[in-house]
């Protein structure tokens, strides 16, 4: 709330206008039922058409007043909420896309993405309508009362006596209905897993001939979606006529009342029938306050949403330099240690150093550490111990800037965007088409993107679904090589390339990349056998390090991975 | 040298599909979906006749009470203001009471409706073809099944009695006044027409800017989805300011746009609102002129006003009904163009069961294309043996998976012959043919549920133990067993997660619990590490054991010892033969094969 009230303070005046439009406009509504009793208690008795007609220009002016004040209002309040929601949008998506790594994780994105999308849309709806209805709702409600005890303040206690009932059962059935209601949002999420694990197995779930099981099982969640709706619903069912019999049922005793009090000369017919018609205002107003209150209590949930993030403490901090390393080096591991639950180590004690140039091959099984490693490098993610250096300075006292200006990544299931390979190799820097070319040759992209007839300008679709897994896989190398990087590190990014391709790929980056230090992550002895190390992982650990040739003879575990690929020493598995 | 070039991301505007299947067409279609629950339907309009003809009574029996209390004092009747006010109660209380009654049939009926569309989706869904699959995203699919379903029966059940109280309300409002004063009721000819064309105006207006609306958030929301599920890729080129800025530029075309569509359609209420009150001094003007020359009662211009808001509601609110009917129409036709899509070609008619398979398979002279006229595979023929293994390699695209579709009848060949056993894999059932193969997929594929049913899910009825010794065999038990609560660990998306290996290994374990006497293995070792994939291989050579396989693999040890391979490129097969044979023939095949000890 208040760090929505953060965002509201620069359009204060604007919305102070708004609403005080939006209160004369109310007003002007609220007469008009009052020169009706006027005209029937003063102009008719009396028998003085003029004044009917002049009375009735005034409840004509009083309409046009309120039509012009009206939408005056509404515009200005679409406005400022547009306003207001841009600014929001814009900090939040600011301050995801400034996340830490680890504070991302522990947000997920699917959360990040429904709070910028789904969460924001509803606090627009809310700061735009709360201006409109939410002044008038009440206004009509309050000024309806005003008028009707201005006309005659004991015939308004029989209405005020109703509204206590009205709120109780509005209460009771939001306060009922709302844990239904997000009952059957998760009743929703089930659903629709039941659905995506079905569009994704399709082809075992056919091969298996599963389709009448998987329809079973679809059924049993389709029924219990539908009785969770049913169940809300039945229950908002009850809210309008509880409300309407309520008001009408007020309604009749104004009517008793009054036929006494005009009958002992209190009160004038003119009155009641005015009464009645505000009646069918403060109705109207008390189901425009039912809604706002739904919509109150969604927009302030979102608002709470989007404030954690905005409230998310900075993350990896630069520190001040204190003694940089002499090293000739151009990377260094110091004992680096580091663990994502703080329960056990996901890295020990990694020790290592590459001079400017060399190449590295890190092998090892899943969740052996080889992506954290990365992660670490790039610092994504801090080391819980040890130090790690980049051209003798400790990476924590460099700025992001200056760490990440000249590394190129290709992550394992790194992502595509939807737009042109130009794009999509460019990312957003400012790179040459020249140099754009010299990238994709080097990852051997070129033959397939000058197939597609279109060249840099082919469009690439969302998740690059019109490319085959080796295709992506070449314009993310191709990205990771455009900026003339001087670390290169591939994770595991050659695995949908066949081995002809792979070979070339490593050729290539001999020849042209020689001062650029490279990381190459493989699940293949083949594509790291020509690295000047070699590091072999083992659940966290540094089992192994040295050439393919050293570790061939002293490393078991690297012997038993060489010989089972290449049927080296070990010979075929297969016979 | 080419200047870099600064253009954003150029986005389609990913617009509403236009409407061309004809209106009446849906309407008849939706239409259907009522008519399943005729009787529910009956009940709910003799409940909307029945609420409204009591709500309707009470403006005028409001009306003569007034007129009982007179216009002076003393003068009421009090006899008729009981009387006309104990009616009114009763009337207000039987019309809430109908009017719950017919919320909670409309309530039942729109369960009963969204269940039954949802239903024959998905039903519908299940029986379609692999191909349609691997052309339409799930996310697409998936927004049908909720979204547009939701939107349909929404309106489906509501609207339409929204509609038709309207219609009631309109009429009986009509008669009263009519009854009432004629005279009075000729101000409604003009502010009725008044009031319709000015919505349509509107309506017709805003309508590309609804449109507009819908189509920039949902781009602003496709890039921000995207941008964050890449955070990492954008923190390590330092490209945050830059997407930030893209971000801005959608952010603001979103924003204008929200605010150009409201700024036009705010002016609805208001101007409606404008329409009623001058009704209503034009009203009050005659009304009372009336008065004085003795034409009407004082009630009489009561009940009036009272109906004249009655009167005037339900065409503003059919107004904008039309316009929710809209958005219904478009969803009905996404969730009827899904429910018309062309099934699995039904088994032929003579189709029997095949029984007893020795896992003989022969290809002869096989053609097939995914496209018509863009021919894959031409005049192919091969032939495995009982318990052999044949392997597919290629490079990445070359089109190795096309042969596992034709295998498993996933796609249809165009002409030829696929032998099982000798018998014609097209006078076979589907089911028969399908369950005598086992297949592990390169992607893993694993349901929200248990390991134990994840595993068992090849087997109906699997034994705990059976269960367990393909686990020992694919080396997952003890894994398994380290888990929360073991076999009954939750696994999947919303479950405990775990590796992309152990995701294999268990898929693996599942293959191993079929006794199907064929195998598919696509790719499936290229996502376990070298450690797993070496135990696997060693559980996968006891798989393969008396059984024919069909092996997709980059791992040429496999390869080597494959009786028979098959070469593809460009989705062609270009060679086949053993290895030593292939070697020799130094062509395709050798080059693949050398390429793998290239090492620069």
Redesign the interface.
Known sequence: MNTLLQYLKPHKGAMILTVSVKFFATMMDLIIPSILAKIIDDAVPKNEPRLIYQWGAVMILCAVLSIISNIFANRNAAVTSGKITQKLRHDLFSRVSYLSAQQLDGLTQSSAVSRLTSDTYYINQFLNRTQRMGVRAPLLLIGGLIMTLTLDFRLTLVLVFTLPFISIIVYQITKKSIPIYRKQQRVLDDLIRVMQENIAGVRIIKALSKTQHEQERFDKVNVRLADTGQKARRISALSSPLTSVTLNLGLTLVILAGAYMVHQGLSTTGTIIAFLNYFTLISMAMMGITRIFIMFSRGLSSAGRVAEILQLPEDLKTIKQDHPLSTDKYLSFEEVSFSYSNIDDNLKDIHFSLARGETMGIIGATGSGKTTLINLMLRLYDANKGRIFIKGRDIKTMSTEDLRSSVGVVFQNDFIIAGTIRDNIRYYRDISDEHIWQAVQDAQAAPFIRETGEGLDYRVAQKGNNLSGGQKQRILIARALAGKPELLIFDDSSSALDYRTDAALRKALKKNYQDTTTIIIAQRVSSIMGTDHIMVLEDGRQIGYGRHEELLKSNPVYRDIASTQMGVEGGALID | ??????TA???SDTGQPILKTSRLILLKRMWKYLGHYRKLLMLAMLLLVLTNALSLV?PKL?GL??D????K????N?ER??L??SL??IS??G???F??LL??V???L???T??KM??DV??K???LP?GF?DQH??GD??SV??YDVDTVNESLSTDFLQILNSVLTVTVSLVFMLTIQPLLVSIFAVTVPLTIIYTRWITKRTKPMFRRRSAK?GE???F?????????????????D???R???DI??QA??A??TS??YG??V???V??IN??S???I??FG??L??AGRVG?GD??SF??YS?KFSGPINETASILGELQSAFAAAERVFKLIDQKEEKPDAENAHRLNQVNGDVALQHINFSYLPGKPIIQNFNMHAKPGS?TAIV????AGKTTLINLL?R?YDIDSGQILVDSQDIYHLT??SL??A???V?Q?S?L??GTVFENIA??K?NASKEEVENVARTAKMHSFITKLPKGYDTMI???GVPI????KQLLTIARAML?DAPMLILDEAT?N???????QI??A??ELMAGRTAFVIA?????I??ADNILVMEDGNIVEQGQHAELMNKNGFYA???K??????
């Open positions: 040298m080419t200047k870099p070039q600064n991301f150029k986005r009470g409001s009470a007034i009982a209390i007179g216009i004092k003393g003068q009421a009090f203001v009981f006309f006010s009114m109660a207000y209380i019309s809430a009471f009017s719950y919320n909670r409309t309530v039942k729109t369960r009963n969204t269940y949802r239903k998905f039903d869904l299940v029986s692999v699959f995203q799930a699919l998936i099944l909720s958030l602003l929301n496709g921000m989805e995207e941008m964050i599920s890449g955070q990492k890729t954008t923190k390590v080129y330092g490209r945050e830059e997407v930030i893209e971000f801005d952010n603001a924003v204008e929200y605010t409201e700024y705010t002016m209420g208001p101007s609102n404008f009150n001058m209503l001094a034009v009050s003007v009372s002129l008065f004085l004082l211009i009561s006003i009272q808001r293994l290629g490079q990445t695209g498993m996933f589907r089911e399908r369950k193969f086992t297949m997929l992607d594929w349901f929200y899910y090849s109906p999947g998306d919303d590796s992309k290996g152990q079929s290229s376990v590490d070298t450690q797993t994939e070496r291989q060693a996968m050579r980059h791992r040429l040890s496999t080597e010892n080059r693949l094969y390429a793998q000890f290239e090492v620069s």
